[in-house]
């Protein structure tokens, strides 16, 4: 059953058990991955819709800090709920300690040793640990080990 179908099915769940937030967030992904396969004229992959989800899940955090200046907390609520209904779908993020592993070995791989080579760093990373690491978890990190 590929992710996608997944989706669907766990809606159709959630319709029958009246569970209105998670059905609510799951018809928000859905129409996400419709828009894009009209956007794009092609049939989603895993890989397409775990970078959907994980653009979801940035565009949620993204109004939490947002709502958290306004002082709206009903809506940091809402939000968080969302990302808590997605984040079942991605693959299980890398620890902090994994991350920095990872990035050392990838460090190495390249050859790299100052902030200059830090597009090189990011390039394989961004390839390599799609999906278990948030690009801006990366970033941060790899500025620490070349630091």
Known sequence: M???????????EAMKAKDVKKRDALRLLTSAFKQVEVDERKELSDDDVIKIIQKQVKSRNDSI???KKAQRDDLVAKEQEEINVYEIYLPKQLS????????????AKVGAETMK???????????ELAG??????INECVKELLA
């Open 2 to 12: 590929s992710l996608r179908e997944k989706i669907n099915q766990d809606l159709k």
């Open 65 to 67: 800090e947002q709502y």
């Open 96 to 107: 902090d300690d994994e991350l920095e592993n990872s990035l050392k070995d990838i460090i």
């Open 117 to 127: 080579d830090m597009g090189k760093v990011m390039g394989m990373a961004s390839k």
């Open 132 to 137: 278990k690491a948030d690009g801006k978890r």
